[in-house]
């Protein structure tokens, strides 16, 4: 039996053997990918745009050259991972910001000349109902959350561990875990961004990625592109 997430990263070496500028994402199966890049000497002369300080710091250990979004380069590709993948509405839409890092892979994602999200076969569900984090600034924090839950989505602070109180992303903003109708999720997507002080939320819809690729133990991959 084999990581699943080594068997991702291992599939998307060639991908990346002639691209320079690469966007990175956050989360374990990210950091497994530069692990493997790292073991590989696939980091030299290369230029990583990275979503958040977790990836920073990971890759800047592993002797990479590290820029962050605010540097203006553009990826020539943006490879992340995702917590979910779900069916809405006929089309798959990922959902992403268990590591609070939403915001800047949302932005990544976006300009990005090709994206690819990679996960484990485990993480293709099917539900009715699925958590989506929302990322909203302090000042609107009470505000937003009164309405959230008028809105019938329960929404409820995420509290940091190792620390009290909750969860400041890197952008200084807090996070709102609610509960959606997965058949509508782009629907709230749209929605969720007319409430003043709502920054962004962990729904990717299809406007944000090329292809999604799977895997699992037994070294199976699946690869889904948009459309």
Not at 168 to 192: A, F, H, P, Q, Y
Request: hydrophobic residues 40%; proline residues 4%.
């Amino acid at each position: 039996m084999t990581d699943p997430k080594e068997v991702l990263a291992h599939y998307i070496l060639p991908i990346l053997a002639n691209k320079r500028v690469i966007g990175l994402g956050t989360g374990k199966t990210v950091r497994k990918l530069v692990e493997v890049m790292a073991l590989q000497g696939s980091l030299q002369g290369r230029i990583l745009v990275t979503s958040s300080t977790d990836t920073d710091l990971l890759a800047s250990s592993k002797g990479a050259l590290v820029l962050s979004p605010f540097s203006g380069v553009i990826p020539e590709i943006y490879v992340d991972g995702f917590d979910f993948l779900v069916e809405s509405q006929g089309r798959k839409v990922l959902i992403k910001g268990g590591g609070a890092a939403l915001l800047r892979e949302k932005i990544l994602s976006f300009f990005s000349k090709e994206r690819i999200f990679i996960g484990e076969t485990s993480k293709f569900v099917s539900r009715r109902e699925i958590q989506v984090p929302v990322e909203v600034v302090p000042a609107g924090f009470s505000l937003i959350l009164v309405r959230l839950n008028e809105m019938g989505l329960k929404p409820v602070p995420r509290e940091g561990s190792g620390k009290m109180g909750p969860v400041v992303t890197d952008n200084g903003n807090l996070i709102l875990d609610i509960s959606v109708m997965v058949e509508d999720l782009c629907k709230w997507e749209r929605e969720l961004k007319t409430i003043p002080g709502v920054v962004e939320t962990g729904i990717f819809c299809e406007n944000l990625y090329d292809s999604i690729v799977i895997g699992d133990s037994e070294g199976r991959i699946q690869v889904f592109q948009r459309g």
